[in-house]
C-alpha cells in the first residue's frame, strides 16, 4: 500500500486531532538504528528490498525485546516461563486438566511436566489428586491438576505485569494505527500458512 496508501487511508478515517499530527510530522525523517543496518547491508546486497529486510528486522527485534521483557515480569513473581505456561494452560481451561492432556496441551513429557507441577504445588498454585472413576479405553488418565485461587491470582497479576511493557510499546501508535498495524500483520500471517502448504 505504501506511505501514501497509508496517508489516504489514516486521513480517510479523519481521527487525527492537531497533536496526533504535530507528533507524526515530528517523526516524517526519524531514523532507528534499523536504517543503520539496511543502509550498511544494501551495497553489498544490491537485490536487497530496504523495506522487507526493515520489516523483518525490527519485528524479530521487538519479539525478542517483548520476550525478554515478559521473562522479567514473570521473576518478578519468581516464576519461570515453563511454570507460567502451565497455569496459563490451567486458567484457560477452566482451572481443571488432567495430567496427560496438559502434557499434550504444553508439549511436554508427562514426568518433566510432574516435577514443574511440583513446584507450583508446594507454592500453593496448584493442587492435584489421583483420578477418580475408570480410565478411557487407549487412554491414559494422570492427576486431575486443579489451579488454585492464589496460583489464578499469580497467573493473573503476571499477566498484567508482562502486558505493560506491550502496552507501553503500542501506546506509540493511536487506536487505527493500531488496527492498521494489526490487519498487515495478519495477511502475512496468512501467507505463512500458504507457504505451510506447499
Known amino acids: 500500500m505504501g506511505q501514501w496508501g497509508y496517508e489516504r487511508q489514516h486521513d480517510a478515517l479523519d ?16 531514523r532507528d538504528w534499523v536504517d543503520d543496518h539496511v543502509d550498511r547491508w544494501q551495497p553489498v546486497l544490491p537485490e536487497l ?30 516464576l519461570r516461563q515453563e511454570e507460567h505456561e502451565a497455569l496459563h494452560m490451567l486458567a484457560g481451561h477452566g482451572g481443571r486438566r488432567d495430567l496427560t492432556q496438559l502434557a499434550i496441551d504444553l508439549g511436554a513429557a508427562p514426568n518433566a511436566l510432574s516435577s514443574r507441577l511440583d513446584v507450583l504445588e508446594k507454592r500453593g498454585f496448584v493442587t492435584r489428586k489421583p ?22 491470582a499469580t497467573w493473573l497479576a503476571a499477566i498484567e505485569a508482562a502486558g505493560e511493557e506491550e502496552r507501553r510499546l503500542f501506546g506509540a501508535l493511536d487506536w487505527h494505527e493500531q488496527r492498521l498495524l494489526a490487519g498487515l500483520l495478519r495477511q502475512i500471517m496468512l501467507a505463512t500458512a500458504r507457504y505451510d502448504e506447499d
Not at 15 to 30: H, I, M, P, S, W
Not at 131 to 152: F, K, N, R, V, Y
Open 131 to 152: 483420578a477418580e472413576g475408570p480410565s478411557d479405553a487407549g487412554a491414559e488418565q494422570g492427576d486431575q491438576i486443579e489451579l488454585t485461587d492464589e496460583g489464578h
Open 49 to 78: 528490498n530496504p523495506h522487507v529486510e526493515g520489516a523483518v528486522t525490527r519485528m524479530q527485534f521487538l519479539a525478542d525485546h517483548l520476550r525478554r521483557a515478559g521473562e522479567r515480569a514473570l521473576a518478578e513473581f519468581g
Open 15 to 30: 481521527v487525527d486531532g492537531e497533536a496526533e499530527a504535530e507528533q507524526r510530522d515530528a517523526l516524517e525523517g526519524v
